[in-house]
Nanobody
Framework: QVQLVESGGGLVQAGDSLRLSCAAS????????MGWFRQAPGKEREFVAA????????EYKDAVKGRFTISRDNAKDTGSLQMNSLKPEDTAVYYC???????????????????WGKGTQVTVSS
């Protein structure tokens, strides 16, 4: 199985940028689709972005399209989420997740992902 560790969160002002990283260990990262999810206080965990195992496909939550970019480097067993033009509503704990790639399209559903990191806090002040 794969272990995931997120980093890069912090406190920023609206309009600033952050880059989250996800370090994978334990198994070859390249067999997993990767997703980023977030959870704000009092809200359910929600999909942010996902990328296929070979980085050929990516999906985004509508609210982050054009501002966030998901990427991965299988040679380094890492994934990233570049977040630009951050807004206060982006404030949440951000989680990296992985699921063994299948022939199906990448998923935006949290329960499809079997491996999760512990999360990193992102706080955007207005």
């Amino acid at each position: 199985q794969v272990q995931l560790v997120e980093s890069g969160g912090g406190l920023v002002q609206a309009g600033d940028s952050l880059r989250l990283s996800c370090a994978a260990s334990g198994r070859t990262f390249g067999i997993y689709d990767m997703g980023w999810f977030r959870q704000a206080p009092g809200k359910e965990r929600e999909f942010v972005a996902a990328i296929s195992w070979n980085a050929k496909d990516a999906e985004y939550k509508d609210a982050v399209k054009g501002r966030f970019t998901i990427s991965r480097d299988n040679a380094k067993d890492t994934g990233s989420l570049q977040m630009n033009s951050l807004k206060p509503e982006d404030t949440a704990v951000y989680y990296c997740a992985a699921r063994i790639a299948t022939s199906s399209s990448i998923s935006a559903r949290p329960h499809d992902y079997g491996y999760w990191g512990k999360g990193t806090q992102v706080t955007v002040s207005s």
